[in-house]
């Protein structure tokens, strides 16, 4: 009915003499002003428990035009306190271990499976994270990557919808959604366990490789 409807108003057009119909292009989307938009849109999510106790929503920061998506679980007590991800001593490694395969936070988008604190940084109940995740979904389907890194089980858990070891996940990588998708340790895990340090760094080589060979 539709395109019936548009095929006769494109005749009755011809009958008066318009030959010629312009476009206006659409704009290209700029999609850190987007990200921010709709940063400022779930600033007051209440969608589950976990914003009576936050102190600021946590939705995300970095490169809107990233190649790599980095996915973490959920954020910190400092994170909570600054309203941003990765900014406490796991963010600090995690920027170093960036450095050691040439990439830098500027060039990486960052996220969590949780906008929220979980109290005293315990794992994300199953409402908690269903309740977020479509935060998360929309903020891959704006950046786009070519690239996703998760880090820790929970989130592996959560997004592949696999459940195994984290050892398990390490060994292969995935195919989120079309997009190239690896497993590695959580950086505070590696705080915890700083023997763990050699598994992820061949775990980041084997990500680097593959970024830069595209």
């Known amino acids: 009915m539709y395109n019936k409807a548009v095929k006769q108003y494109l005749e009755y057009l011809k009958i008066t003499g318009i030959q ?5 292009p659409p704009k290209q989307i700029n999609k850190t002003e987007l990200l921010k938009d709709l940063e400022q849109n779930y600033n007051n999510c209440k ?3 976990l914003h009576k106790e936050r102190n600021k929503f946590c939705y995300g920061n970095g490169n809107a035009d990233a190649r790599l998506l980095i996915i973490g679980e959920g954020p910190g007590a400092e994170e909570d306190r600054l309203g941003k991800v990765f900014v406490g001593r796991s ?3 995690l920027t170093k271990m960036l450095s050691a395969i040439k990439l830098s936070r500027e060039d990486v988008y960052i996220a969590n ?10 794992n994300p109940l199953p409402d908690e994270k269903s309740a977020c995740l479509p935060y998360l979904e929309e903020q891959i389907s ?3 990557p070519e690239f996703i890194l ?5 989130a592996a858990v959560t997004l592949l919808e696999i459940d195994q070891t984290l050892k398990a996940f390490r060994e292969k990588t995935y195919n989120f959604r079309g997009i190239k998708t690896y497993v590695s340790y959580h950086p505070s895990a590696l705080l915890r366990n700083p023997s763990w340090k050699k598994l992820a760094w061949i775990d980041l080589q084997k990500l680097q490789k593959d970024y830069f060979q595209q």
């Open 91 to 93: 963010g600090q490694l």
């Open 150 to 154: 998760i880090i820790g089980k929970v």
């Open 142 to 144: 704006i950046i786009q």
């Open 113 to 122: 499976i949780v906008k929220c604190r979980p109290p005293e940084n315990r």
């Open 47 to 49: 969608k589950c428990i």
């Open 20 to 24: 010629d119909i312009f476009i206006k």
